[in-house]
């Protein structure tokens, strides 16, 4: 959680992980004064990118780094005040943006990475302190910008199932129903459900305000959420490989997909 010493460390192996495979790996720092400990908290976005300049499109892979500091779903009242370890909510997506940035090093000339490994998604407790980074981000985006974003959060469940967010959708249905038909060819319609599921207020909503269409990638189908419960052991490393495996073979074969706009009717 922001402002500890494990976060430090973790920002600090996060980046050494990535950099081998990356162009550039950057810090992006802000501030917010946080309600709860009436004092100003630094966090920190990692922002690291593959071709970035000399792409045709540019794809935007994001996921947030920190974890809660509040177990405020805990069956047990006396755990609401303390910190979880966020195995999945957190730690799952910044695990398969860790290993993409190894498996897609070599990719198409034409594609574009931006791996962003957002801080302050989890602070809270309210939504109003939530989204730190992204929204941060989302004020500050980068020359030349992303073409579309997918979001992982919430994806290494046991036996993972992603079904079709809402807000995502709406931001760009052709996109998601590309997406979706793509890695239902593929072999991975047992992962990603084409049906909907929740409607969620996660890190995409800032892009999207952005006009950046956005994807959240989500099971949010998961008992342990916001509890000391979301530990390693209810994660699954073959639900990990099957996200990173759906994006990697997405990234490779449409390398240049082109998100179309809509129109100013939808
Ligand atoms: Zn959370």
Same mark, same amino acid.
């Given at each position: 959680m922001p402002g500890t010493k494990a976060h430090l460390l973790c920002r600090k192996y996060i980046v050494d992980t990535i950099k081998p495979y990356c162009d550039s790996v950057t810090l992006q720092q802000f501030t917010h004064f946080w309600s709860v400990s009436q004092s100003t908290l630094t966090m920190h976005n990692i922002i690291a990118t593959q071709n970035w300049k000399d792409a045709k499109e540019?794809?935007? %892979? @994001?996921?947030?780094?920190?974890?809660?500091?509040?177990?405020?779903?805990?069956?047990?009242?006396?755990?609401?005040?303390?910190?979880?370890?966020?195995?999945?909510?957190?730690?799952?997506?910044?695990?398969?943006?860790?290993?993409?940035?190894?498996?897609?090093?070599?990719?198409?000339?034409? @594609?574009?990475?931006?791996?962003?490994?957002? *801080?302050?998604?989890? @602070?809270?407790?309210?939504?109003?302190?939530?989204? %730190?980074?992204?929204?941060y981000f989302a004020d500050h985006l980068p020359s030349p910008k992303p073409n579309y974003g997918i979001l992982l959060d919430m994806i290494g469940n046991k036996g993972v199932k992603v079904p079709i967010e809402q807000e995502g959708y709406n931001s760009n249905p052709r996109f998601v129903n590309d997406f979706y038909s793509f890695v239902d060819k593929n072999g991975f319609s047992g992962t990603f459900p084409d049906k909907f599921g929740y409607d969620m207020?996660?890190?995409?909503?800032? @892009?999207?305000?952005?006009?950046?269409?956005?994807? *959240?990638?989500?099971?949010?189908?998961?008992?342990?959420?916001?509890?000391?419960?979301?530990?390693v052991d209810k994660c699954s490393a073959e639900s990990l490989g099957k996200i990173g495996d759906?994006?990697? %073979?997405? %990234?490779?074969?449409?390398?240049?997909?082109?998100?179309?706009?809509?129109g100013p009717t939808g």
């Open positions: 540019r794809v935007l %892979l @994001l996921a947030h780094w920190d974890s809660r500091p509040f177990a405020d779903q805990d069956k047990n009242p006396a755990n609401h005040d303390k910190p979880i370890l966020g195995a999945d909510d957190g730690a799952s997506g910044v695990a398969v943006l860790m290993e993409l940035a190894k498996a897609l090093q070599n990719h198409h000339p034409g @594609l574009g990475i931006m791996f962003f490994f957002t *801080d302050g998604e989890d @602070l809270g407790p309210n939504i109003d302190e939530m989204l %730190l980074g992204t929204d207020e996660d890190d995409h909503i800032p @892009l999207i305000q952005k006009g950046i269409p956005t994807m *959240d990638l989500i099971d949010f189908d998961y008992a342990p959420w916001h509890t000391l419960g979301d530990t759906a994006l990697t %073979l997405w %990234l490779t074969q449409k390398p240049v997909y082109k998100v179309v706009p809509m």
